[in-house]
């Protein structure tokens, strides 16, 4: 998809008259925790396609530059592969756990699945970011066998006993607790808020999948999605959004899934998980199954976190700098911006649009700073990894924004100093 960029130097007069979005100064977001907001869905519960296949999983997430994973450790058939999960854990994924998939449950069944989940943490420590509650009460039936309970009263019965035996086991007691999905949906009430109701999860939970065709932001929006707070309010996660190709096609998809990321980032969405890395023959999968070649949403998602990938050893730990300032004028009413912020002070100007349309009809976006730039980069993730523009001196950059995010980068004073050496 071809981006077109038109890049400006504008005078002091023009650049104070201009009329646009209030100008932004806000504390950017990481870089490194933009990325490590993002995960993928495993079936290796399932023990299907691809999943037995170890080093094709660590190499597609290592492709991708993603270490959030999400599975069932309740195999759906045999015994729990607990070298398969150890094996990843070990190699730096981070597992979320799905607690149950329907069924009758207990208190006695929770302590079987952490016990579960335990020995693959004894083996990896620090690998379980979360356990999670039951997966998609509308879609799989559930009872909570000390009450004969069904539907939305077992689940919170259910997470209850998660929460408490979690925050209780000394090896997990830190490990988040996620809360369970499907409420609010096919017929299941939207229950109590568990942001507010204490002792249910430390993280409100949902599957927002976007309408096959349509660009996410309507649907992975906090209000629409978490259905049960005021405004979609508090700590939460997406555990499964995405598209299916061919529903959605493929270009549909490569250019949505950045932004299904963008928006999150925006929302503060703790971790979004997408649905799912390797196809089964449903259209899901981020890789296919016959070759395991990346489709092009797995290409631009590698493109989009090599441009924003922060190699310093303070990646996560650094405190971003309160420097960007800028104003944004002609952005669509569907379009939005943050920014991200790297350890050597590098900034990247996140901006995208999320038109109906596809391909998104190109929309001239100015981009004014606070200050003339040394240098500004611009990149486009659904072009590659190298700036489809650089410019020297400027004040404000022209972007064409269509349907993806476009990322202005502002290079730090050192890569800036290192640049120059090698022009000369």
């Known amino acids: ?54 080093d094709m999983i660590k190499a597609d997430m290592a492709y991708l530059g993603i270490v959030n994973v999400r599975d069932s450790l309740n195999p759906f058939w045999a015994n729990p592969p607990y070298n398969y999960y150890t094996e990843l854990a070990q190699a730096g994924l981070k597992w979320n756990y799905i ?51 069904k539907g939305l009263p077992a689940a919170l019965d259910f997470q209850a006993s998660l929460f408490s035996q979690t925050k209780a086991s000394p090896l997990l007691k830190k490990v988040k607790v996620f ?60 555990t499964e959004t995405g598209y299916q190709i061919p529903k959605t096609s493929s270009a549909q998809a490569a250019a949505w899934v950045l932004n299904i990321f963008a928006n999150s980032a925006a929302d503060k969405i ?20 016959a070759d395991n070649a990346p489709t092009p949403a797995a290409t ?19 405190t971003p700098q309160k420097r960007v300032s ?20 590098e900034t990247d100007i996140v901006v995208w649009a999320e038109p109906d349309a596809f391909p998104g009809p190109a929309t001239l976006v100015t981009v004014r700073f606070g200050a003339t730039q040394a240098m500004v980069q611009v990149y486009d993730p659904l072009q590659g990894t190298q700036p489809i523009q650089s410019l020297r001196n400027v004040a404000s950059v022209q972007i064409s924004i269509t349907d993806h995010p476009i990322i202005i980068r502002l290079p730090s004073a050192t890569s800036l100093s290192s640049a120059t050496l090698k022009a000369e």
Do not use: C
């Open 270 to 289: 703790y971790r979004t998980y997408l649905y799912q890395l390797m196809d089964e023959d449903d259209g899901w999968g981020l890789f296919s199954k």
């Open 326 to 345: 800028y104003s944004l004028t002609g952005l669509p009413a569907t379009g939005n911006s943050f920014t991200l912020q790297k350890s050597d002070t």
């Open 99 to 149: 607690s149950a998939v329907g069924g009758t449950r207990s208190p006695e069944t929770i302590a079987t699945f952490l016990a579960n989940v335990s020995k693959v943490e004894a083996a990896a420590p620090g690998s379980t970011l979360a356990v999670e509650g039951p997966n998609e009460i509308n879609n799989f039936a559930l009872t909570w066998a000390p009450t004969g309970a």
């Open 179 to 238: 809360y369970f999905t499907g409420y609010n949906a096919g017929g299941i009430p939207k229950g109590p808020d568990p942001t507010t109701t204490s002792g249910l999860s430390d993280y409100n939970n949902q599957h927002p999948y976007p309408y096959e065709g349509k660009p996410p932001q309507r649907w992975v929006r906090r209000p629409t999605a978490l259905g049960n707070t005021p405004a979609g309010a508090g700590p939460a996660v997406y």
């Open 1 to 54: 998809m071809n981006t077109r960029i038109h890049l400006s130097i504008l005078g002091f007069m023009l650049g104070t008259m201009a009329l646009g979005m209030p100008v932004q100064a806000a504390t950017p977001m990481r870089a490194a925790d933009f990325i490590a907001m993002q995960g993928v869905n495993l079936h290796i519960s399932q023990g299907s396609s691809n999943y037995k296949k170890m």
């Open 300 to 318: 631009a998602i590698h493109n989009m976190n090599e441009i924003l990938k922060d190699t310093g050893a303070a990646a996560r730990t650094f």
